[in-house]
């Protein structure tokens, strides 16, 4: 089977996901020598289509981790997605606590809408929460190995080029089953924060920066102090706000940030899956 083409498809709200999976674009183009072709569906006016694939067309699928499993809101655009037989690398992100079920969730979404996984990965990123917990990453290192995750998947498709078949579905980690995490602290006691939004300082200057990059449109593009719609914590208008005028003050959410920190400061690895071939 001949690649003809890299397809970068990925949800992308603060742009860590976006930034791994463009740095193995990158190392795979270099090594194949094909074009590349991108599709963002991380604003809501992208999710009203999918993009016309091949079996020739290599997939590198990436979505952020919340809560242990891919966003819930993205589930019913995902299920509309067909690969036609396309070669797919599913990729997760997360916020350098764990991305438990996320992974195994994509990989189940794509086989079951026409791709071929043949590879997967995990990389921890920035926490969409916090700028301390995983601050900076995806960094130089980090990076770097997605660099290395591309030519080891460089080597599994000269592998499968040699087979007769395609091989089944890309073993990774995590369990189909399982529900959403549900956010404690240290202590085990349960912390809600589903219905938080964000609020807005007097700082803002109704730019409108935050409405234009709210993945679910959530935020009043006429007043951006309101919030009307669904808020997923994605934390694309606090970090991409230039006044620094969004922000959360709910208490329980401030808590869990403050927990997580706490908990996982350690710095976590990328994990990577190959058929065995």
């Known amino acids: 089977m001949e690649i003809k083409r890299i397809c970068q498809i990925y949800f ?12 193995i674009a990158e190392a795979l183009t270099d090594d194949l020598g094909i074009e590349s072709f991108l599709y963002d569906f991380t604003l809501p006016g992208a999710r009203g289509s999918f993009p016309q694939l091949a079996p020739t067309d290599l997939v590198l699928f990436g979505c ?3 809560a242990g499993r891919l966003p819930n809101l993205l589930l019913k655009y995902l299920d509309t997605i067909d690969g036609s037989g396309a070669i797919a ?9 764990a ?4 992974l195994i969730e994509l990989r ?9 996984t043949i590879a997967a990965a995990a ?4 926490h969409s929460f916090s700028t301390t917990l995983g601050a900076g990453r995806p960094d130089a290192d980090d990076l770097a190995e997605a660099a290395t995750f591309a030519h080891a998947v460089t080597g599994k498709l000269a592998a499968l080029a040699a087979l007769d078949t395609l091989p089944a579905p890309i073993a990774v980690d995590g369990d189909a089953e399982a529900g959403y995490y549900q956010p404690r602290d240290r202590h085990g006691v349960f912390i809600d924060i589903r219905k938080v939004k964000p609020l807005t300082s007097d700082a803002c200057d109704q730019c409108g920066l935050c409405a234009a990059v709210c ?14 719609g669904i808020c997923i914590k994605c934390g694309a208008c606090i970090k991409k706000c230039p006044q620094s005028a969004k922000y959360y003050d709910d208490t329980g959410y401030l808590y869990h940030k403050e927990e997580l920190e706490a908990m996982y ?7 990577s899956f190959y058929l065995s071939f």
């Open 12 to 23: 992308s709200p603060t742009g860590t996901t976006e930034k791994v999976v463009c740095a």
């Open 89 to 97: 690398v599913p990729i997760v992100t997360f916020g350098n606590r």
């Open 215 to 228: 993945p679910m449109g959530a935020i009043d593009p006429s007043d951006v102090m309101k919030v009307p």
């Open 265 to 271: 400061g350690v710095r976590r690895a990328a994990n």
């Open 123 to 126: 990389f921890a990123c920035e």
């Open 64 to 66: 952020p981790t919340y």
């Open 108 to 116: 189940n979404i794509l086989e079951a809408h026409g791709f071929h």
């Open 99 to 102: 991305f438990d079920n996320s």
